[in-house]
């Protein structure tokens, strides 16, 4: 597969569109994620060596541009000296550098253009792979929110809410029965209470009247 083949076949745009449609879209985006991560190996391998040749051009260039320089400088010394044969050399091998600093530069420039583009398709795979796992993580919450709400449904649809109203109808009326119950088993016990009372009440009155009618009669006399 040659290097950003995704990025130009496929628009974000169309990438999304498939995995709402698919049946699995997480899987679905971790395969392309997958895919895009070694397309971007590739392309990082091939942006560094356009690299490489950028820097190896533009050294070149320089070099035969500081030559230029020098051979321009040692022609005019040679002039001054009057070295007719040594200026001349000079000039024939500033010559022979200013075309190759031409080549070299052209050649410097060419490859830095390339270089520019693969850098600007690279940085535009990075974002696009963020992008893709952004929209992972928002799929994985979506598809974990349908799978509690499917849940939900099917508990809900074998839940008989009538059978489960008459059985919490049915445990009313059985608290109020208990209730009554022990309602009137209180009333029985008062009454009891009550009797049990009244009849000691009565044996305490007659004591104190006994005890009574004694004390009187000792002072009769």
């Given at each position: 597969m040659s290097i950003?083949?995704?990025?130009?076949?496929?628009t974000m745009s169309n990438l999304y569109a498939l995995i709402?449609?698919?049946?699995?879209?997480?899987?679905?985006?971790?395969?392309?994620?997958?895919d895009m991560q070694d397309d971007l190996n590739e392309?990082?391998?091939a942006v560094a060596a356009q690299i490489a040749l950028e820097k190896k051009f533009k050294v070149l260039y320089e070099e035969q541009e500081a030559l230029v320089k020098k051979r321009d400088e040692q022609a005019h010394v040679a002039a001054q000296a009057k070295n007719i044969d040594l200026a001349r050399r000079a000039l024939e091998e500033k010559k022979a550098a200013e075309q190759k600093m031409a080549e070299y530069k052209e050649a410097y420039e060419k490859n830095k253009l390339a270089a520019d583009a693969?850098?600007?398709?690279?940085?535009?795979?990075?974002?696009?792979?963020?992008e893709l796992k952004n929209k992972r993580e928002t799929l994985v919450a979506r598809v974990n929110a349908a799978k509690a709400q499917k849940t939900i449904n099917q508990t809900m649809a074998g839940f008989d809410s009538n059978s489960a109203m008459a059985g919490l109808k049915r445990m009313e009326e059985k608290?109020?029965?208990?209730?009554?119950?022990?309602?009137?088993?209180?009333?029985?016990?008062k009454k009891q209470s009550s009797l049990d009372e009244e009849i000691a009440k009565l044996t305490k009155d007659q004591q104190v009247?006994?005890?009574?009618?004694?004390?009187?009669?000792?002072?009769e006399g």
């Open positions: 950003f083949k995704r990025l130009r076949d496929l709402e449609k698919a049946e699995d879209p997480i899987k679905m985006t971790d395969q392309y994620l997958r392309a990082e391998k693969l850098r600007d398709k690279l940085a535009e795979m990075k974002k696009q792979i963020t608290a109020l029965q208990m209730e009554a119950e022990a309602e009137a088993s209180g009333e029985l016990y009247e006994d005890e009574l009618a004694a004390l009187m009669k000792k002072y």
